[in-house]
């Protein structure tokens, strides 16, 4: 059997109840699959179930993280377009709330994620096919130079589906 990795561990957070601690696995899970560190499942899942915005301190002490942890992952989470900041009357303390709009979450994650790795693939094909052309092994130049073509229709097709995706997910 594989050792289990840290990332693999599921967490005892003391200070919440069942359900939230449920909850921030949920995201954390996903986190995972779309290959994002778990401190990202972790606070966007609090944040997620909190009814209240909670500062950054709130954070660190109920997750058990460090502050650099939580402010990393909270400067990632407002680049995906997926927490905001919130003003709460009396505290001088920044606060945050979870975007829950499914538009926003996956059209920040396609902005952020996808979408830079489709544009440096695309700007890779013509080197690849370059270097591909030169094989002095017919064969093999005409199978690897196939394979680069295939990567180069996946990347236009995935240019087109992106914003169709963003459509359906968001309505």
Request: proline share 6%.
């Amino acid at each position: 059997m594989p050792p289990v990795r840290e990332e693999d561990e599921i967490r005892d957070f003391p200070s919440l109840g069942p359900v939230e601690a449920q909850v921030i696995q949920v995201f954390v899970d996903g986190v995972k699959v779309l290959g994002l560190p778990r401190s990202i499942g972790e606070i966007y899942g609090l944040l997620f179930i909190s009814p209240q915005p909670l500062s950054l301190d709130d954070l660190v002490q109920l997750l058990d993280i460090s502050k650099g942890s939580a402010s990393q992952g909270l400067r990632a989470l407002k680049g995906l377009g997926a927490v905001r900041e919130i003003n709460v009357e009396n505290s001088r303390r920044c606060h945050y709330q979870a975007d829950t709009e499914l538009k926003r979450l996956v059209g920040g994650f396609i902005r952020e994620q996808v979408r830079p790795h489709l544009e440096s693939g695309q700007s890779k094909i013509g080197r690849l096919l370059e270097t591909a052309g030169g094989d002095e092994d017919p064969q093999r130049r005409a199978f690897v130079v196939g394979r680069v073509k295939q990567l180069e229709y996946w990347i236009k097709k995935g240019r087109v589906v992106l914003p169709v995706l963003q459509k359906v997910l968001g309505e």
